[in-house]
């Protein structure tokens, strides 16, 4: 199992939400095949798997903040170009 050194929330901020999906998706793969090996006893270090679910958590967590960035920018934009045109 790869599942690498656990990333900060600040630099998950700085990339971009297409790389933070495609991390999404190899973390869920390697968690799978950790379970696969937890059932047949070869895996050793089941604390990975912990950090694996948690490193998903963080991930899911900052796309929810850009997503939530993103939509209040829209509504901040339409709301000035509204009053703009009522003027």
Known sequence: IYMGKPVRAGELRAMA???LAGQIETLRKEMWQARLSMKEGALQQTHRL???RRQIAR???VLR???KAESSRQRAD???QASGSAR
């Open 65 to 67: 903040e850009q997503q």
């Open 59 to 61: 991930i899911q967590t």
């Open 78 to 80: 339409a709301g000035s």
């Open 50 to 52: 912990q950090h694996a």
């Open 17 to 19: 939400s297409s790389e």
